[in-house]
């Protein structure tokens, strides 16, 4: 198939006496190192494709368009595949792994098309920034990865695990804090209201941290202190990320956006038309959002009520091992139990000290002891010593597309790096990406194919201001993704997790092949990036 050519537009147009400049890359001189040939190109804008050839050198998009003359060191034929922009994921619990030897690589993100990841989450993760860049590069790291100042951790680190308002000496402190994490690079503040210790934290002390953000032109991301019914409610939740975005002047974003549970199902409608209000009103409101109807988290932080959380994991264990605290705890986490739709909902992940009830629901195994719900999860984390991980069935399809069609909303994972075989980890870490263009936009029609690229593309390079990435376009860095539309595949399922996404048959990481025709190449050219461009590679 020879398709029309810009070429012969050009001398059409020279020969009608108009003055065309020809684009200075795409000379017949100039060599680039690879061009990927006759793709269906997604620019990351949202637009639809056009078949185009896309020229890299160096770690740059140097052309875009008919590049016949051009020569190049590799051409690669994209006929009928998709070439976009690198997929960025805007949360993920990746960091750990990835500063580890062994996980470093990040394959399980490679496979699903991604690029850039944003780490330390729901205002957990590093307080020493420079320290993470370290130890991320130590090794090298196959993506390229954003830090995140964890309010949470910060918290911690001045206040421990108290359950009391910050006073002006420890807000001190944290702006301290929050301040060398912005020096470092981060792109802004994260929270997790909903867990110890941030759920410790008045709003009043996140305006303050968030507006030290500000000064460095810094956003801030919030897993909301309640996505059910559990304190504040949904709404009053999404209510309090629109106070800080208002007060503190920054973009705000709603982290993993959901309806929790049965009581708040349909909720998605009222979400929608607050942050749609406070657009109105001049408010940078945003969401993103994994595909997927369940969520996973920590048995102890679905069902044991915070205030039996104040000083730690021990205080807490202590607390349900007394018989007349636990009697007064009972009724709680009976209604927690409730809010997440019953131990049937919930699923086990992870469970040390013995495996073989990972993957089983809370139901089936307080069956098979004989003992009730609430027992059963006593025991549990008292058993694991805290430490209990699940899945969590708790959201309604037509919310979770209700919150996909939204010009506001990115794509996420929320997922982290596993080990392969270990566990029964929430497939998000394996597929979310390949999930949300397969599952969502290509076979159930709910965004456009070219939408969904943009929610993970262009749509959060804008929002995190990243000034040279989530574009295809000419001077960009080339992060790159050449995929097969219709072998696009989450595979990993709820029971049966550990497997990479397929359909991305090469992918480019600052100029490198990190997939070429399908396999690995271990190249390991990701970088930490830096919010003012001065990104890190190993050895920097
Ligand atoms: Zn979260």
């Known amino acids: 198939m020879k398709r029309f ?76 595949l998709h070439v976009a922009p690198g997929f960025i994921d805007v949360h993920t619990h990746a960091g750990e792994g990835l500063a580890t030897k062994e996980l470093s690589h990040g394959e399980p993100l490679l496979a699903q098309g991604l690029t850039t990841v944003m780490i330390n989450p729901d205002g957990g993760g590093a307080v020493d920034l420079a320290a993470q860049r370290e130890a991320l590069l130590k090794d090298g790291i196959g993506v390229n990865v954003g830090l995140m100042v964890p309010h949470g951790s910060v918290r911690r680190e001045v206040m421990g695990d108290e359950d009391r308002p910050a006073d002006e000496d420890d807000l001190n402190a944290m702006r301290e804090l929050v301040r060398k994490g912005m020096e470092e690079g981060a792109f802004g503040l994260s929270s997790g209201l909903f867990y110890a210790p941030g759920s410790f934290a008045e709003i009043a002390e996140v305006v303050e941290l968030g507006k030290v953000t500000g000064e460095f032109g810094g956003l801030y991301t919030s897993h909301i202190r309640d996505e059910s019914d559990y304190s504040i409610g949904l709404i009053g939740a999404v209510d309090e990320v629109i106070h800080v975005a208002r007060e503190a002047r920054i973009p705000g974003i709603v982290t993993h956006v959901k309806a929790l549970g049965p009581r708040v199902w349909g909720f998605s409608e009222a979400v929608i038309q607050r942050i749609e209000r406070a657009r109105a009103e001049g408010v940078e409101m945003w969401v993103d959002q994994y595909p997927y109807d369940a969520s996973a988290t920590r048995l102890s932080s679905a069902l044991i009520p915070r205030k039996a959380m104040a000083g730690g994991t ?150 995190y201001r990243m000034k040279d990435r989530g574009f295809l376009r000419e001077g960009m860095v080339a992060d790159v993704v050449v995929f097969n539309l219709a072998q696009m595949k989450d595979v990993g399922t709820f029971t049966d997790p550990h497997h990479l996404a397929e359909g991305v048959d090469y992918l480019i990481v600052n100029g490198r092949l990190s997939i070429d025709d399908g396999a690995f190449t271990n190249a390991m050219s990701g970088r930490v990036l830096d919010r003012n461009g001065a990104d890190k590679k190993r050895g920097e």
């Open 5 to 80: 050519t810009l070429k012969g537009l050009s001398l059409l147009l020279i020969g009608a006496g108009a003055l065309v400049s020809a684009p200075i890359h795409a000379s017949a001189q100039e060599k680039a190192e690879i061009i990927i040939e006759n793709g269906f190109v997604h620019d990351g804008t949202g637009a639809p494709w056009i078949v185009a050839d896309v020229a890299i050198s160096g770690d740059r998009i140097v052309a875009v368009g008919n590049l016949d003359d051009m020569g190049a060191a590799r051409r690669i034929d994209a006929e009928g």
């Open 314 to 463: 021990e205080a807490m264990l202590k607390r349900l091992t007394d018989e007349a605290e636990l009697e007064a705890l009972r009724p709680q986490i009976a209604e927690n139990l409730d809010r997440r739709g019953g131990a049937d909902r919930i699923q086990i992940r992870t469970f040390a000290p013995d495996t073989d009830l990972e993957g089983k629901r809370l139901s089936d195994i307080a069956k098979a002891r004989g003992l009730d719900a609430i027992d059963t999860t006593v025991a549990m984390l008292r058993e694991a010593e805290g430490d209990v991980g699940i899945v969590s069935y708790n959201m309604l399809e037509s919310d979770i597309a209700r919150f996909m069609q939204q010009p506001w909303r990115m794509t996420s994972s929320d997922g982290g790096l596993v080990k392969m075989g270990e566990g029964v980890p929430h497939p998000r870490s394996y597929g979310s990406f390949p999930r949300m263009i397969a599952h969502y936009a290509r076979d159930r029609k709910v965004v456009p194919v070219s939408k969904a690229i943009h929610s993970m593309t262009g749509l959060p390079a804008t929002v």
